[in-house]
């Protein structure tokens, strides 16, 4: 029965290998096998010492082989790894790492998402000689492992909306959190609170948390990942993967497939190294800040090693995170750092992870920063030394100048006109009080308030507008030629001449109001008061980070079309004399998709506001989402920006977001769908995934409005939905309504 038991053991080691390796290194598998059923055939007449022998033999042999196949490792192999049933989980963490746990928010599929689960758990440590129990919040994906319900680790909105909740009240209860990253990706799923929406939020959220958030990686696809990981400290297993998107889909991209057809192996082999997803990757970009090292091919939950060495890491990464935070205990620290790398029974050392009101302000301020910095060297900036030089010193005068006219003398001022006017209004009700009987005595003349009636009850002058035309008109406008509008055989819409309909009309549809695509320049050069546009970050372009194979000349390509140096656009301008700062994000220039560039001055625009106390307005003319061809370097401006913006908003600024044409993807699941103002430009569409992408991933048809702002607007995800025409009066509407205490003209 024992022989029995360990060929069991090796049959499934030797059924792993052939799943991770297809078709690959089928000498050693084959070897494995042949020598696998010799013995398991000898067993039956051998001797229990020949047995022993044999087997012993046989387990030497696998191991030798596998760590021979652990060096020839490429990064698909590794994702296949991660992929694998016999890949340890959250389960089996919980269960082997922490001392006790409780799930809550639901258990096993009577859940509102079996894929994300919550529990609270504790740590046994010793204090002093004295047994003390230290409780986190653990969050994490389950991929189940055969449960279907938990749909493979991808979170549903309301999965992420609950590791959201269960997070504040962490935060409130003053406890760490310790988050599991074991997702392909999001479900992409629109229903309420829709699936980009949550991930914004929960990016937000987690920019402003005040306790210790700790992340560990072992599969991170893209926004699902994104969602509970932005992390002061991100732990990456060795053979896990961190990436902007799946190999495969990669692979569907660059070979231009369509209908459902599959990316040749070798394709997917070479779009999975392209990507530099791989732990090694992540480490030197500075994505992750430690690699936790697994046994050879992957860990599997027989590893009960393994899991002592996640418990050790997890304990080390949150002591380092408290005392950093803290900026006491010098001793403790420099042991932490010392012995980063050697044994260390961190059971018997004596860190407290509860933080005073400072520590926690230190804390959030360090995780911020941390995320600031991430990828600016990735970025091309063709400004010269002299030239960053003088915006630096720039930016620091705009810092003084506006601390002392806005924060010092304005602040000072209103509140002494604000004293006056109170005793003005004292003044005026003793005065009414003192004068009343003598009033009583007077006579009112008719004639006395003639004027007065007189404007009450005439009607009042039409104002002319005074802009007699667009500024900016298409150039679809010189095609002489009559457009079909999509909803006329249902509304019964009249043909329309282009030049009337992409000039005075504005691509708006005369009788139901459709809204025809029109270029960024429209709103650009429209909305904002004339001569009153001044460009900043021109120098910044978008590049190739990761040499990519052929996307130099895709860029290339896209620059010389657009004549843009990168898919956004920042600038200064005005809207009726109210200086704002706009950041267009162009549908034009390669789906407007972002990466490092954009990211970069996306970051500093919204910081640049916060200096000059602008208002921070962004246009999405459209966007595909997040650059795949940048890898981890553009899945990264999701939580560096959110961080830019929070910053922004929570020193009283009004950032207002305005969606036109199509938006998808990483940009709304982030710092676009964070905001608190969201408009849509009518007909404009706004999702976490194209309709494409859902029938992939889900095998769902999903209806022609699913993404429809109209949808966006019933759940919750948008606030209003403007008219083309109408986009400067709202926004000067907004200026004068909307937003914190900290804008100049307040």
Same mark, same amino acid.
């Given at each position: 029965?024992?022989?029995?038991?360990?060929?069991?053991?090796?049959?499934?080691?030797?059924?792993?290998?052939?799943?991770?390796?297809?078709?690959?290194?089928?000498?050693?598998?084959?070897?494995?096998?042949?020598?696998?059923?010799?013995?398991?055939?000898?067993?039956?007449?051998?001797?229990?010492?020949?047995?022993?022998?044999?087997?012993?033999?046989?387990?030497?042999?696998?191991?030798?082989?596998?760590?021979?196949?652990?060096?020839?490792?490429?990064?698909?192999?590794?994702?296949?790894?991660?992929?694998?049933?016999?890949?340890?989980?959250?389960?089996?963490?919980?269960?082997?790492?922490?001392?006790?746990?409780?799930?809550?928010?639901?258990?096993?599929?009577?859940?509102?998402?079996?894929?994300?689960?919550?529990?609270?758990?504790?740590?046994?440590?010793?204090?002093?000689?004295?047994?003390?129990?230290?409780?986190?919040?653990?969050?994490?994906?389950?991929?189940?492992?055969?449960?279907?319900?938990?749909?493979?680790?991808?979170?549903?909105?309301?999965?992420?909306?609950?590791?959201?909740?269960?997070?504040?009240?962490?935060?409130?209860?003053?406890?760490?959190?310790?988050?599991?990253?074991?997702?392909?990706?999001?479900?992409?799923?629109?229903?309420?609170?829709?699936?980009?929406?949550?991930?914004?939020?929960?990016?937000?959220?987690?920019?402003?948390?005040?306790?210790?958030?700790?992340?560990?990686?072992?599969?991170?696809?893209?926004?699902?990942?994104?969602?509970?990981?932005?992390?002061?400290?991100?732990?990456?297993?060795?053979?896990?993967?961190?990436?902007?998107?799946?190999?495969?889909?990669?692979?569907?991209?660059?070979?231009?497939?369509?209908?459902?057809?599959?990316?040749?192996?070798?394709?997917?082999?070479?779009?999975?190294?392209?990507?530099?997803?791989?732990?090694?990757?992540?480490?030197?970009?500075?994505? /992750?800040?430690?690699?936790?090292? +697994?046994? *050879? @091919?992957? #860990? &599997?939950?027989?590893?009960?090693?393994?899991?002592? $060495?996640? !418990?050790?890491? /997890?304990?080390?990464?949150?002591? +380092?995170? *408290? @005392?950093? #935070? &803290?900026?006491?205990?010098?001793?403790?620290?420099? $042991?932490? !750092?010392?012995?980063?790398?050697?044994?260390?029974?961190?059971?018997?050392?004596?860190? &407290?992870?509860?933080?005073?009101?400072?520590?926690?302000?230190?804390?959030?301020?360090?995780?911020?920063?941390?995320?600031?910095?991430?990828?600016?060297?990735?970025?091309?900036?063709?400004?010269?030394?002299?030239?960053?030089?003088?915006?630096?010193?720039?930016?620091?005068?705009?810092?003084?100048?506006?601390?002392?006219?806005?924060?010092?003398?304005?602040?000072?001022?209103?509140?002494?006109?604000?004293?006056?006017?109170?005793?003005?209004?004292?003044?005026?009700?003793?005065?009414?009080?003192?004068?009343?009987?003598?009033?009583?005595?007077?006579?009112?003349?008719?004639?006395?308030?003639?004027?007065?009636?007189?404007?009450?009850?005439?009607?009042?002058?039409?104002?002319?507008?005074?802009?007699?035309?667009?500024?900016?008109?298409?150039?679809?406008?010189?095609?002489?030629?009559?457009?079909?509008?999509?909803?006329?055989?249902?509304?019964?819409?009249?043909?329309?001449?282009?030049?009337?309909?992409?000039?005075?009309?504005?691509?708006?549809?005369?009788?139901?109001?459709?809204?025809?695509?029109?270029?960024?320049?429209?709103?650009?050069?429209?909305?904002?008061?004339?001569?009153?546009?001044?460009?900043?970050?021109?120098?910044?372009?978008?590049?190739?980070?990761?040499?990519?194979?052929?996307?130099?000349?895709?860029?290339?390509?896209?620059?010389?079309?657009?004549?843009?140096?990168?898919?956004?656009?920042?600038?200064?301008?005005?809207?009726?004399?109210?200086?704002?700062?706009?950041?267009?994000?162009?549908?034009?220039?390669?789906?407007?998709?972002?990466?490092?560039?954009?990211?970069?001055?996306?970051?500093?625009?919204?910081?640049?506001?916060?200096?000059?106390?602008?208002?921070?307005?962004?246009?999405?003319?459209?966007?595909?989402?997040?650059?795949?061809?940048?890898?981890?370097?553009?899945?990264?401006?999701?939580?560096?920006?959110?961080?830019?913006?929070?910053?922004?908003?929570?020193?009283?600024?009004?950032?207002?977001?305005?969606?036109?044409?199509?938006?998808?993807?990483?940009?709304?699941?982030?710092?676009?769908?964070?905001?608190?103002?969201?408009?849509?430009?009518?007909?404009?569409?706004?999702?976490?995934?194209?309709?494409?992408?859902?029938?992939?991933?889900?095998?769902?048809?999903?209806?022609?409005?699913?993404?429809?702002?109209?949808?966006?607007?019933?759940?919750?995800?948008?606030?209003?939905?403007?008219?083309?025409?109408?986009?400067?009066?709202?926004?000067?509407?907004?200026?004068?309504?909307?937003?914190?205490?900290?804008?100049?003209?307040?």
């Amino acid at each position: 029965m024992e022989w029995e038991k360990q060929l069991h053991q090796l049959s499934d080691r030797l059924s792993y290998l052939k799943d991770i390796f297809p078709g690959k290194h089928e000498e050693d598998i084959a070897l494995l096998e042949s020598r696998l059923s010799a013995v398991r055939q000898k067993l039956e007449t051998c001797s229990q010492e020949e047995a022993q022998a044999d087997m012993t033999s046989l387990e030497d042999l696998f191991f030798f082989i596998e760590c021979k196949l652990e060096d020839k490792l490429t990064p698909m192999d590794k994702v296949r790894i991660v992929r694998h049933p016999q890949r340890i989980c959250l389960r089996d963490i919980l269960e082997n790492v922490y001392d006790n746990y409780t799930e809550i928010g639901g258990q096993g599929e009577h859940t509102n998402d079996p894929a994300m689960v919550i529990a609270r758990a504790y740590i046994t440590r010793k204090r002093h000689g004295k047994v003390c129990h230290q409780p986190v919040l653990v969050i994490g994906h389950e991929k189940g492992h055969g449960e279907e319900f938990r749909n493979g680790g991808s979170a549903k909105p309301w999965g992420n909306a609950k590791a959201k909740h269960y997070m504040g009240v962490a935060e409130t209860e003053g406890i760490p959190i310790h988050a599991y990253v074991f997702t392909p990706g999001g479900y992409p799923l629109e229903d309420y609170p829709g699936a980009a929406q949550q991930i914004a939020r929960n990016i937000y959220e987690m920019a402003g948390l005040t306790v210790p958030l700790i992340a560990i990686f072992s599969e991170g696809g893209s926004g699902g990942a994104e969602a509970i990981s932005l992390a002061d400290k991100r732990l990456m297993l060795s053979h896990g993967y961190y990436s902007v998107i799946s190999p495969e889909g990669a692979a569907a991209i660059e070979g231009r497939l369509r209908g459902g057809a599959r990316a040749s192996a070798d394709l997917v082999e070479r779009c999975a190294k392209d990507l530099h997803l791989t732990a090694e990757d992540n480490l030197k970009f500075g994505y /992750v800040d430690k690699i936790i090292q +697994e046994p *050879v @091919l992957g #860990a &599997r939950p027989y590893h009960y090693e393994f899991f002592r $060495t996640i !418990r050790q890491e /997890v304990i080390r990464a949150t002591d +380092e995170v *408290v @005392l950093a #935070a &803290r900026g006491l205990a010098p001793l403790r620290a420099a $042991t932490l !750092r010392r012995f980063r790398d050697r044994e260390l029974n961190l059971d018997e050392i004596s860190v &407290r992870w509860d933080l005073s009101r400072k520590a926690r302000q230190r804390l959030v301020e360090r995780r911020q920063n941390k995320f600031i910095k991430a990828s600016h060297r990735e970025c091309q900036n063709r400004r010269s030394i002299m030239g960053r030089l003088g915006d630096a010193w720039s930016e620091q005068w705009w810092e003084i100048y506006n601390r002392l006219i806005y924060d010092f003398y304005h602040r000072n001022r209103r509140t002494f006109a604000n004293l006056l006017d109170e005793l003005g209004s004292e003044w005026e009700m003793v005065k009414l009080r003192a004068m009343k009987p003598w009033n009583k005595l007077r006579r009112k003349p008719v004639a006395e308030n003639a004027a007065a009636e007189e404007e009450l009850t005439t009607l009042s002058e039409w104002e002319e507008n005074d802009r007699s035309g667009w500024a900016w008109v298409s150039d679809k406008a010189r095609e002489d030629r009559a457009i079909s509008c999509p909803y006329s055989a249902k509304r019964g819409c009249m043909d329309m001449w282009a030049p009337d309909l992409y000039n005075e009309f504005a691509g708006v549809c005369s009788t139901c109001g459709h809204h025809f695509p029109m270029e960024y320049q429209w709103v650009m050069n429209n909305c904002f008061d004339e001569n009153s546009l001044y460009e900043f970050n021109t120098e910044v372009e978008a590049g190739n980070p990761l040499s990519f194979p052929g996307f130099d000349e895709k860029i290339a390509e896209a620059k010389r079309k657009t004549g843009l140096k990168s898919g956004c656009i920042t600038f200064e301008a005005r809207i009726d004399g109210v200086q704002v700062v706009v950041a267009i994000l162009v549908g034009s220039f390669r789906g407007g998709s972002v990466g490092v560039a954009e990211g970069s001055k996306f970051v500093a625009a919204a910081d640049r506001a916060r200096r000059k106390r602008y208002p921070f307005i962004v246009y999405c003319h459209g966007t595909a989402g997040i650059r795949i061809q940048e890898g981890t370097h553009g899945v990264i401006q999701m939580p560096r920006c959110t961080v830019a913006v929070r910053r922004y908003i929570e020193s009283g600024g009004l950032y207002l977001v305005l969606y036109d044409t199509k938006s998808y993807g990483g940009p709304v699941a982030s710092f676009l769908g964070c905001a608190f103002y969201q408009f849509a430009i009518r007909s404009s569409d706004i999702g976490f995934a194209g309709p494409g992408v859902i029938k992939n991933t889900t095998g769902m048809d999903i209806p022609p409005d699913h993404h429809n702002c109209y949808k966006a607007l019933s759940r919750g995800h948008i606030q209003g939905v403007w008219d083309r025409r109408d986009v400067r009066a709202n926004l000067r509407q907004a200026l004068e309504t909307m937003g914190g205490r900290n804008l100049y003209y307040r």
